[in-house]
């Protein structure tokens, strides 16, 4: 079983802080993917990364991918409340069509 | 956009009583979907791949008897958990590929179980 490990599990920061979440495995995937779960909803996609070394950006959101295709990041610029949510990555090792989840970053943004 | 509607939001039986959550693809055809159970603040545990016209793949751990997939259509998958018990509480979630050859995936809204 692949495990895709998130760090840090909790962040609490003011508005307007920067932060950035980690996603490491020591196996390696085909694509990645990044969602954000409200409470009580589902997750929403916010973006999926492929290549190696790939960095994606949506608005203040930065994402990517390592280069030997084990790891990523999102960076959040000037977090505002709106970010807050559950930030959860998801591996796909291109076999069985199944993602494999991290353990997920609850991110929480103060006024 | 791909939407995949869940129903019901939310469900209280007693405990012994099955309950049945559906999965829908209202605006695209769907013959793979994944189940998923998530503890509170936790992440997503795939429990389940429902396929379109024949069995589901269950994942390791989880009890085939006990929740009972049925995927009869191309935009429904259906998602019993019989003989519920309080520990079978918890928040269930599906979600369906897009298209096919590419493993991006829409959820549902999720369903939240309580069994008293």
């Known amino acids: 079983t692949q495990l895709l490990e998130q760090s840090p599990q909790f962040l609490s920061i003011q508005e307007g802080e920067n932060l950035t979440v980690y996603c490491n495995s020591s196996?390696?995937?085909?694509?990645l993917q990044w969602y954000r779960q409200e409470p009580g909803e589902g997750p929403v996609l916010l973006v999926t990364?492929?290549?190696?070394?790939e960095v994606k950006k949506l608005k203040r959101l930065t994402f990517q991918f390592g280069d030997a295709r084990k790891d990523s990041s999102l960076h959040i610029t000037a977090a505002q409340p709106g970010d807050t949510g559950l930030y959860l990555c998801?591996?796909?090792?291109?076999?069985?069509?199944?993602?494999?989840f991290g353990t997920g970053t609850r991110l929480q943004v103060t006024l | 956009g791909a939407v995949v509607s869940q129903h019901p939001s939310r469900v209280i039986c007693k405990s012994g009583t099955s309950v049945k959550i559906e999965c829908r693809s209202l605006d695209f055809q769907a013959t793979t979907m994944f189940w998923y159970r998530q503890f509170p603040k936790q992440s997503l545990m795939l429990m389940a791949t429902s396929n379109e016209g024949s069995k589901a793949t269950y994942e390791q751990g989880v009890e085939k008897d006990k929740f009972l997939i049925n995927h009869a259509s191309l935009t429904l998958s259906t998602l019993t958990v019989t003989s519920a018990h309080p520990e079978d509480s918890s928040f269930y979630i599906c979600s369906a590929r897009v298209r096919s050859g590419a493993n991006v995936l829409t959820f549902g809204a999720g369903s939240r179980l309580t069994v008293l």
């Open positions: 196996s390696v995937f085909s694509s």
């Open positions: 990364v492929v290549t190696g070394g």
């Open positions: 998801a591996g796909d090792t291109g076999t069985a069509s199944k993602l494999t």
